[in-house]
């Protein structure tokens, strides 16, 4: 049991009241904590018990030496908690941090120290902690504040029980005495007095006073009528005002329903268009399915026609005839010209079919094709596409033709991995036109099915 000692602070008053109760605590701290490691920081909280219950319980705070946790909100509590008692037992846990970082159970928190506090037994420190550390001396000091000032448990085997809450000489006001309250006797003495004088006043008024007392209240109300009578036209005018304008605005209510009805009328035509136009650009997208799977078997036929054939993985030849994809030197310029005439006819073809414009515009004219370059110059250029023409101008002819056909590959989002690949990059195209054809017949197929 730990009673604290009258120890009062310099120029302290004692004052007789009853207000030390348990809902008179508004903060709580632990001061010079002692008995734990003082280079490790700690997790800390603290219960308020009466007798065996739990009626509060603190946040978790972290500190050193001192402990400092928040207000103690005690309008918060339950209504059947009795807080009229000046006796209760505060309980101190702790725990080490770096233990608290390996768990998080709140049952690893050991009591450091346990208070039975008499709220009438306290030793006033004052109404800032700051002004008065000499009397924060002590290891593991409980201090508490009641209202707006602190106060702090006693040492341990010293003072008892005292009946008075002491408080700063500045608080403290004195109370009348025998002089002034016999001043307040006489001053209530001639307030009676003085009273009596205006009654008697009153009652001796003459009768020619009361006659023009009326006089002037007749007067008035004459005036109050006549006030009166003038906001009642003015009324009456916004009456009339209010009664146009409501006619109004029920010309316009109904003006914005007949809108709001042709709206409808329109919004339920253009719904019926909108399903109309849905089954149109339905049937559309089924032509341009059918459109594109005859495009698709028109260039097969082409490709069957032309005879490409692989002879090996990087080099394929038309009509019988191999053609490289770089080097002309080793070949039969007749041939090369005969086959690239082939391909320039081929890829016209190929372009007609899928309505697909060229980059380049081509005119097959068999081994004497040419191709035109409207682009890169000023002016058109031919280029012829034989190997007996000169080397540039066959060289750039050649590009040509190869840029037309990787713009019909990635009109089909295919990938061109060499350009220089001419016959390759056909069978590419044909390839995947054909898996195309097969995989819109098998799920014709399925959906028949």
């Known amino acids: 049991l730990l009673m604290t000692t009258t120890l009062f602070a310099p120029e302290?008053?004692?004052?007789?009241?009853?207000?030390?109760?348990?809902?008179?605590?508004?903060?709580?701290?632990?001061?010079?904590?002692?008995?734990?490691?003082?280079?490790s920081c700690y997790l800390t909280y603290f219960t308020i018990r009466t007798s065996d219950n739990i009626v509060y319980r603190s946040d978790i705070v972290t500190?050193?030496?001192?402990?400092?946790?928040?207000?103690?909100?005690?309008?918060?509590?339950?209504?059947?908690?009795?807080?009229?008692?000046?006796?209760?037992?505060?309980e101190v846990f702790v725990k080490?941090?770096?233990?608290?970082?390996?768990?998080?159970?709140?049952?690893?928190?050991?009591?450091?120290?346990?208070?039975?506090?008499?709220?009438?037994?306290?030793?006033?420190?004052?109404?800032?902690?700051?002004?008065?550390?000499?009397?924060?001396?002590?290891?593991?000091?409980?201090?508490l504040s009641l209202r707006d000032c602190w106060y702090s448990t006693a040492q341990d085997?010293?003072?008892?029980?005292?009946?008075?809450?002491?408080v700063d000489s500045f608080l403290v006001k004195t109370m009348y005495s025998l002089t002034s309250l016999s001043r307040i006797v006489s001053v209530g003495a001639s307030t009676r007095q003085e009273h009596t004088h205006l009654d008697e006043n009153f009652t001796v008024k003459s009768h020619s006073e009361r006659l023009h007392e009326c006089e002037r209240v007749r007067s008035r109300v004459a005036q109050l009528r006549t006030k009166l009578s003038k906001l009642k036209r003015i009324n009456a005018v916004k009456a009339f005002k209010l009664s146009e304008t409501k006619?109004?605005?029920?010309?316009?209510?109904?003006?914005?329903?007949?809108?709001?009805?042709?709206?409808?009328?329109?919004?339920?035509?253009?719904?019926?268009?909108?399903?109309?136009?849905?089954?149109?650009?339905?049937?559309?997208?089924?032509?341009?399915?059918?459109?594109?799977?005859?495009?698709?078997?028109?260039?097969?036929?082409?490709?069957?026609?032309?005879?490409?054939?692989?002879?090996?993985?990087?080099?394929?030849?038309?009509?019988?005839?191999?053609?490289?994809?770089?080097?002309?030197?080793?070949?039969?310029?007749?041939?090369?010209?005969?086959?690239?005439?082939?391909?320039?006819?081929?890829?016209?073809?190929?372009?007609?079919?899928?309505r697909l414009p060229l980059r380049f515009p081509i005119s097959p004219y068999g081994s004497k094709s040419s191709i035109t370059d409207d682009i890169t110059g000023d002016k058109p250029q031919i280029l012829p596409l034989t190997p007996r023409s000169p080397k540039m101008q066959f060289e750039v002819g050649m590009h040509c033709l190869n840029s037309n056909i990787q713009q019909i590959l990635e009109h089909h989002g295919i990938g061109v991995d060499d350009l220089k690949a001419t016959l390759p990059n056909i069978r590419k195209l044909m390839l995947h036109l054909f898996e195309f054809t097969r995989r819109i017949g098998s799920d014709t197929a399925s959906s028949m099915a």
């Open 63 to 90: 500190c050193y030496q001192n402990a400092c946790w928040g207000v103690v909100n005690l309008p918060k509590w339950k209504d059947s908690l009795d807080s009229r008692g000046s006796c209760l037992i505060v």
């Open 247 to 354: 006619h109004k605005r029920d010309t316009k209510d109904k003006d914005v329903s007949s809108k709001f009805e042709t709206l409808n009328n329109c919004i339920l035509k253009l719904n019926k268009l909108k399903e109309k136009h849905s089954t149109t650009n339905d049937n559309y997208k089924q032509l341009l399915h059918h459109v594109a799977i005859r495009q698709a078997a028109i260039v097969l036929e082409l490709y069957s026609i032309y005879s490409i054939k692989p002879i090996t993985s990087d080099l394929c030849s038309i009509m019988g005839i191999e053609v490289p994809n770089s080097s002309f030197n080793d070949y039969d310029d007749n041939e090369i010209a005969a086959a690239l005439g082939h391909i320039a006819h081929l890829v016209v073809m190929i372009s007609k079919y899928l």
């Open 157 to 166: 085997g010293v003072g008892g029980a005292c009946r008075f809450l002491r």
């Open 96 to 143: 080490e941090v770096e233990e608290a970082k390996k768990t998080n159970n709140t049952n690893t928190f050991k009591v450091h120290k346990r208070y039975i506090v008499d709220l009438f037994a306290l030793t006033f420190i004052g109404s800032s902690l700051a002004k008065n550390t000499a009397l924060l001396r002590g290891s593991n000091r409980l201090v």
């Open 12 to 39: 302290a008053h004692g004052l007789q009241t009853v207000q030390r109760r348990l809902r008179h605590v508004t903060g709580v701290q632990l001061r010079n904590i002692s008995g734990l490691p003082t280079s």
